[in-house]
C-alpha cells in the first residue's frame, strides 16, 4: 500500500484575520484569504509540500448540512468552531481521490462520496486564477472531533507559489500531528488501513504512524499532557498539536521576541501552548 503524504491541517480559527495576523507575528507568510463556495474561508501557511489551513466561517448562509452518504466540509468546521478552536482535519495528498476512496471502501473504513470543488485564488502580483480540488473523507466513531481525508489537488501550477513559501522564522515543512485519544491501541487498524500497517508502531501505549511525508503522533492522555504541559486541557480524543521543523530555531526565536508572542524555548525546540495559538498548540523544531 502506498503511504499518504500529509498535506496539509485545517486550523479552525474562528476570526480569520486575527489569525492571519497572529501567524504573521509567528513569522510565517499567509496566503491572500480566500472563499469557498460552502460558506467557509481560509488564508494558507504554505510550507516545502504541505501546509497549514486557517480556516473560518465566512458565509454561514451557505453552510449546509451533509446529505445521505456525503460529508459536509462546511457544516463539519462549523459546529467544531462552535465548540472551540484548533485542528478540526488531517489531510493527505492524494493523485487520484476517487481510487482512494474506493480503496478506503475496500479496506472497510468509513467514508463518503467523493466531492470536487472550485474556488478563486490570488496569486503574488494580485491576479486572480481559479484552483480546484477533488475531495474523499474518511471518519471514525471514536474521533467524532478528528476527520481525515485526501485532496488532489489539479492544475498544482496555481496553487504552490515559491512567494508564499518563504517565512521569516525560517519554517520548511510539517513534521508531525499529535492526537490525544484514551487508548492509542484501539486505533492501530484504523490506522493501518489508512495509511499501512507496516507504517504504524506501537512504543508503550502510544501509535506513530508514517506518512511518507511528516507522522502522526497518538498519545494516550497522559502522554499528551506531558509533551504539552502548558496545555492543562488536553482530555479530548482530537489533535492536539503539530511540529514544524524551521532551518534556524534561533531566527524563529527572534522573530517570536520581536512579535511578543509568548512561548517557551529549549535548546532543540520552541513550544507555543495553544492557548495562545487558536486552541492548537504548536511546536518548532531545528531542521536536521
Same mark, same amino acid.
Not at 499518504?4 to 504573521?24: K, M, N, S, T, Y
Not at 479496506?107 to 470543488?117: E, I, M, S
Not at 482530537?238 to 514544524?244: A, C, D, E, P, T
Given at each position: ?82 465548540? +472551540? %478552536?484548533? $485542528? ?11 481510487? !482512494?476512496? @474506493?480503496?478506503?471502501? *475496500? &479496506? ?95 512504543? +508503550? %501505549?502510544? $501509535? ?11 498519545? !494516550?492522555? @497522559?502522554?499528551?499532557? *506531558? &509533551? ?61
Amino acid at each position: 500500500m502506498v503511504q499518504r503524504p500529509i498535506d496539509h491541517l485545517v486550523h479552525c480559527v474562528g476570526d480569520l484575520e486575527a489569525a492571519r495576523a497572529f501567524h504573521q507575528r509567528l513569522g510565517f507568510t499567509t496566503t491572500p484569504p480566500a472563499r469557498h463556495p460552502f460558506g467557509t474561508g481560509n488564508s494558507l501557511i504554505q510550507l516545502d509540500g504541505n501546509f497549514v489551513e486557517l480556516l473560518a466561517v465566512a458565509d454561514p448562509g451557505a453552510i449546509r448540512p451533509a446529505a445521505s452518504g456525503q460529508f459536509s466540509f462546511g457544516h463539519y468546521n462549523a459546529e467544531f468552531l462552535e465548540r +472551540g %478552536r484548533g $485542528l478540526s482535519m488531517l489531510v493527505f495528498a492524494s493523485n487520484d481521490a476517487r481510487r !482512494d476512496h @474506493a480503496d478506503f471502501v *475496500a &479496506r472497510g473504513l468509513q467514508t463518503y462520496a467523493p466531492f470536487d470543488f472550485s474556488r478563486k485564488a490570488k496569486l503574488p502580483d494580485g491576479s486572480e486564477v481559479t484552483v480546484s480540488f477533488s475531495l474523499a473523507f474518511v471518519t471514525h466513531p471514536d474521533l467524532p472531533q478528528a476527520v481525515f481525508f485526501v485532496c488532489q489537488l489539479h492544475a498544482p501550477q496555481y496553487f504552490w507559489k515559491p512567494e508564499y513559501q518563504r517565512h521569516a522564522n525560517t519554517a520548511a515543512v510539517i513534521d508531525a500531528v499529535v492526537m490525544s485519544v484514551d487508548d492509542p491501541g484501539t486505533l492501530a487498524d484504523f490506522f493501518g488501513k489508512l495509511q499501512g500497517e507496516r507504517n504504524v508502531t506501537r512504543d +508503550g %501505549r502510544a $501509535l506513530t504512524v508514517e506518512t511518507g511525508r511528516g507522522r502522526i503522533l497518538v498519545l !494516550d492522555r @497522559a502522554e499528551a499532557r *506531558a &509533551r504539552f504541559p502548558d496545555d492543562a486541557g488536553v482530555s479530548a480524543q482530537h489533535f492536539v498539536g503539530y511540529r514544524i521543523l524551521v532551518r534556524d530555531l534561533d531566527a524563529a526565536e527572534r522573530v517570536l521576541r520581536d512579535g511578543r508572542v509568548p512561548h517557551h524555548a529549549e535548546k532543540n525546540y520552541i513550544r507555543i501552548a495553544a492557548a495562545d495559538n487558536f486552541g492548537a498548540a504548536l511546536e518548532l523544531v531545528v531542521r536536521s
